[in-house]
């Protein structure tokens, strides 16, 4: 407990001691994992990512986003587009196109044949829908409630929207059968570890960019105007535009594990983005401490591979058990576990570490 | 806050280090290039291991989410099948020993699921799937690590994998005998009706082209979100439309919906029948049996099926699971892959997936629906087409039948009229 | 023709979508609960129907039995509920959202697991079956009954409200909790005969189901996401709003879904109701409340 106690109380020697065992921990896991395991931990990195975003835009900000599954879905679609079109080749057409589709590659995907402009277009797409939402709807005062439904019929109709275009989306098969990662061979165990890297080092970099924006002044902000909104008015600061702000880079963190996850976890799907898996995103983030640094990751990790392990034994008790989860965590630990760290730290006697 | 100032440059300090060292061992860490013009195909060393009495195989069907509805049934009667075999004396001598996998109805967790089972449990088959979505998510895995999948489910066809074996029906053995009946009953005129998914926009493709060459009007075609309940629009318009008949290629709960409205306009399977590809016995109670009771369906086994194999299979099955439970034809293609997998091993000698693959041409069993045989080529079975109506028992009953088994033909090749379909 | 079927076809979903969602308008617009597990009362209503008729035998009596049963059983549900979780989080509104979320999932499996996964048939009473012709249009029977009892349920709803000693408290307690509770009403009483009434509701609603569609463990998630929208399309508050809000969807939906597919209407009225509220962000009916921050 003394452990997860220091990982998860935020203050300056333990941020830097839980994130440097963190970045130790996240090197050693290929040395002791199995690819299949490696390869789970990589997807499971990638969900931590949209956790990472919600821990700052809902734990926070107060904005609780049911919908971040369609920011996922941008980015993982965008990379999906984007290996689908490399793996045809130059001018060549997507397999699915040709058995589903017109057999002509639409207009729209054009742009995602280079590289570079996939990888601009995963950062770019999901921040400008984030900021044209988010300025509608922040703008208008739409708050509480009212945002969380908004978000959650977005995810809703954003899986509507990717079934109904078989011919350009894959439908509910969604796409699949990537060969290559920007060149590099997906069936090649090494490439696989590279991806886990990657992940790891993305997921890391994310953490410390929050960590920054929480001790700055707009995290300052961010926090004022979720627990009183009007007075942060009052004093002359735009309400909207910091929301939109911490919005945005939620948007962009689901993006990009979005975009990682499709190469590890060869496949997206709409099942993927919809309602339920949106609402999934959150139970890893409040398990965790949904205002704490390293919660939601620890949390989301935590999370999935629950599901995981549990799936593997009863079938139908990962339902039972989500569903607790939700219920036990929600209404009777809404600090998560980082503050049962708390509260028994309260409890141990002086000169216990700390 | 100014107190904190320092650990902040700390903070920022030591992650740029860890980011820095993550990224060293990322870029040393490179493999292959695609374009390296190396072999791309089966890196991975097959690790079942048949040197004891037994040899594992997987199941993998969703027991949990909204596929649970017709996966649960498949697996019981996979589960069925293995029992049996076990009972016999397993396979080349070997018991049977069954790892279980959930699909959760995800695709991602099929392919999840499917890779845990290929490396980590090392079976020698897997057995399930049920959506297309779900398939088309494991095929890149059973073909990244060669090994076996056996699907048992209808479906759009336009696939072969070397790596996947289809003992349920494609479409030349299902849709396309299904309108030549239609036309054989002298339809004019069709409405098609589907769920918004893979199968029935591929379906309707196919039904498109062969009404064109044999001089049916289509006058509708309709698609409905999956999971949608709300059929007046969709009924509506089938009921302005006309048409000689109704091609329905809905999925689960829509075809409850749709059933009742269809009932509540006050239409029935004398004014405009309703030819149903997904409708089989156990979803037939769920619909209502007032609601289709008259109503048409196209498949290659119902439990009414009169045959010694079948007669032994119902009695078993419901010995098994109760009474009540009836036998489906996606239930009855999962019971035979088992045993058509036991027939190719006895015959190649052999695990390996390579040997089975060899062997398996002109493989045969006794199956409940009839004997069925597989084509080495493209690794569907050879099956009989079965027209059936839906009876006052809740049953579906043998209306007509193509009498001999159909050759599967996966991408319609022998077929004029499909040519510019695939 | 055509558009007055459509005209029919639009009213009658926006007569289900307004019996599934004027619970919510209570629980959520009164209270500022946001049950996600409404969806699953609505379900519990449903199988409630398929029990009674397993009993009864009839489908005539069994239906006219299911509907008080329904509510009872939803209620009581409602009621277990907020006695158990709700209660002690009226302060958190936006957490209700998450526990709810896990009651649905919990009774979604339980369902399951006691009917088992594939659905299950209520039959439509004899006298509810066909359609009845009026000038070459066929409106179906079930369709008019729906629309009738929803009718019924608003109308009672509403005088409940405003003509009777518990809609007063009701009001009170919405409009001001604590100068309510200083006039000596309770609060907590009154939230408790809220929850169950709202609950109530969707039991009703999920018994009105089973004459249209499916029943089975997922029934509720179908109806959920539509039903929270129209609450805040309508606006807190007022049942008016609700009303509006479902017979505008309902609308919009059947003429969408008449000129495009089912798929892009869907997504139409999503971009409708978005658009919408950024010119009415309190929805359509508003009344100022202390009760949603």
Redesign the interface.
Known sequence: MTVLTTLLRPGRTRTLAAFGLAAVLLLLAPLVLSPFRLDLLAKFLCLAMVAVGIGLAWGRGGLLTLGQGVYFGLGAYLMAMHLKLADAGPGGVPDFMLLYGTGQVPGWWEPLRSPVSAILLILVVPAALAALLGWAVFTRRVRGAYFAILSQALAAAFAILLIGQQQTTGGTNGLNGFRAFFGYDLADPVNKQMLYLIAAAVLLLMVAIVRQLTVSRFGELLVAVRDQEDRVRFLGYDPAAVKVVAYVVAAVMAAVGGALFVPIAGIVSPADVGVVPSIGFLIGVAIGGRATLLGPVLGSIAVSWAQTSISEQFPSGWIYFQGALFILVIAFLPGGLASVAGKLRRRAPEGSPA | MRLRSTSRYGATRLSTVSLAALCVVALSACGARVDAGSDTSASAESCVDTSGDTVKIGFLNSLSGTMAISEQTVHDSLELAAQEINADGGVLGKELEIVSEDGQSEPTVFAEKAGKLITSDCVAAVFGGWTSASRKAMLPVFEAQDSLLFYPVQYEGLESSPNIFYTGATTNQQIVPALDYLVEQGTKSLFLVGSDYVFPRTANKIINAYAEAHDIEIVGEEYAPLGHTDFSTIVNKVKSADADAVFNTLNGDSNVAFFKEYKNVGMSADDMPVVSVSIAEEEVGGIGIENVEGQLTAWNYYQTVDSPANTAFVEAFKAEYGEDRPTSDPMEAAYTSLYLWKAMVEKAESFAVEDVTAAADGVTFDAPEGEVVVNGDNHHIAKTALIGKIGADGLIHTEWSSEEPIEPDPYLEGYDWADGLS | M?II??L??GL??GS?LLLAALGLSLT?GQM?V?NMAHGEFMMAGAYTAFVIQGVVGDAGVSLLLALPLGFVVGGLLGLLLEAT?IH??YR????T???T??????L??VA??VFG????????PAWL???VEIGGL?L????LFILALAIVCVVALALALRATPLGRRIRAVVQNRDLAEASGISSRATDRVTFFIGSGLAGIAGVT?T??????P?LGT??I?DA??VV?AGGIGQIKGTVIAAMALGLM??FF??ST????A??LV??A??AF??LR?QGLVSVRTRS??
């Open positions: 055509d079927a459509q029919f076809a009658s979903l289900v959520f500022g946001i979780l002690r989080m958190r509104p936006l957490d959202l998450l526990v979320w896990g009651v649905a999932l919990v979604q499996q399951r697991d996964a594939p659905n299950v048939d209520v039959r439509a079956s066909g359609a066929a179906p029977r079930t369709r189901l004459l249209l569609g499916s029943v089975g997922t179908n109806y996401v929270f929208l805040v939906q059947a879904e008449y597919t089912a798929s892009v869907k997504v999503f971009v109701i978005v509220l950024q962000p949603l921050a």
